[in-house]
């Protein structure tokens, strides 16, 4: 069953164990966090994919903070901006893949891209009123690691007292890294869908795993 938790969190089945309760719950609250506030420490070691994570980050609190933006008639502009931005880091499509797991193969090429339509916009729904809300105290880049085409990439979230490890796995394509995977706090966001998914497949079948996304996305399958 598709639902919002407590914080406003899309869930789909969530799995009952702490884990999956506290990545649901924490990973668009972390995720938003870094993408809308300012940086407060140098990081320990910044390569390309730090230099990319930023190169994001900096954008979309252009796109925040400009006046001009802010202005109501301007809300559905400011919103698609945002979401491009995020979209432009963000590997939807390499996301889908590890988030459905083996089904993936089965899938015809039409298929594979409704769900990948299907899970950004699930995505994007539930982050967007947070990145245009949110306001926080800072990040912390603390280092990254890089092993051939993969990197991985450090943060400590800061906010009042409280400190949330973040961390952004990468995948380097034609020269560009893009994000495939979010670590909030050793709950990694790909496994939890992933956990999901595979529940509702295992109940019943793929289709009616797509037709619960569609309803929850509004996308409804074309006559």
């Known amino acids: 069953m598709i639902g919002v938790g407590k914080r406003g969190i899309v869930t789909i089945a969530m799995r009952n164990t702490e884990n999956g309760r506290r990545g649901g719950s924490r990973w668009f609250t972390g995720l938003m966090m870094v993408l809308c506030i300012g ?16 190169m994001t980050i900096d954008e979309v609190l252009r796109i925040v903070k400009e006046k001009e933006l802010k202005l109501p008639e301007k809300a559905e502009e400011r919103r698609h901006l945002l979401e491009n931005v ?17 089904p993936w193969n089965q899938l015809t090429d039409q298929q594979k891209q409704e769900f990948v339509d299907l899970f950004r916009t699930l995505l994007t729904n539930s982050y ?19 092993e051939k085409e993969y990197a991985e990439v450090r ?17 380097n394509k034609t020269d560009d890294w893009r994000v495939y995977d979010v670590v909030v706090d050793g709950v990694s966001l790909v ?31 074309a006559p």
């Open 39 to 54: 940086m407060m420490a140098v990081p320990g070691y910044a390569g390309p994919p730090t230099d990319s994570m930023k």
């Open 86 to 102: 995020v979209a432009a880091r963000f590997d939807y499509t390499e996301m889908s893949r590890r988030a459905l797991g083996a």
């Open 128 to 146: 967007a009123d947070k990145i245009e809300t949110y306001s926080g105290e800072g990040v912390q880049y603390l280092n990254e690691r890089t």
């Open 155 to 171: 943060t400590k979230v800061l906010s009042g007292k409280t400190e949330i490890p973040l961390d952004y796995r990468l995948i």
């Open 191 to 221: 496994n939890n869908y992933r956990g999901q998914f595979t529940k509702i497949l295992r109940a019943s079948s793929y289709s009616d795993l797509v037709d619960q996304l569609r309803k929850k996305t509004g996308k409804l399958k």
